[in-house]
């Protein structure tokens, strides 16, 4: 399993995307249930999680490289 440092670069087209936590390929897509994931699904930007962590995060739609990190709304409030 492939794990990226933290402050890498997005990925270039064409290879797999990681956890922006801990670097690990080993993600998932996400259920989109919340307001904000069918708000950012119309800039196609889907949920994902990771299965090593379980951060939640967001990255655009297959064909762009670009990762999105926006936290979970739970992750949020349980730092709160």
Same mark, same amino acid.
């Given at each position: *399993?492939?794990?990226?440092?933290?402050?890498?670069?997005? %990925?270039?087209?064409?290879?797999?995307?990681?956890?922006?936590? $801990?670097? /690990?390929?080993?993600?998932? *897509?996400?259920?989109?249930?919340?307001?904000?994931?069918? %708000?950012?699904?119309?800039?196609?930007?889907?949920?994902?999680? $990771?299965? /090593?962590?379980?951060?939640?995060?967001?990255?655009?739609?297959?064909?762009?490289?670009?990762?999105?990190?926006?936290?979970?709304?739970?992750?949020?409030?349980?730092? /709160?």
């Amino acid at each position: *399993m492939a794990h990226h440092q933290a402050g890498d670069e997005p %990925l270039e087209e064409g290879h797999k995307p990681f956890c922006p936590k $801990c670097g /690990s390929t080993d993600i998932r *897509m996400s259920q989109t249930h919340r307001t904000l994931d069918f %708000l950012l699904k119309s800039f196609s930007l889907r949920p994902h999680r $990771c299965r /090593s962590c379980r951060k939640r995060f967001y990255l655009r739609k297959p064909g762009a490289a670009a990762e999105v990190d926006l936290e979970d709304e739970a992750e949020v409030e349980e730092r /709160s």
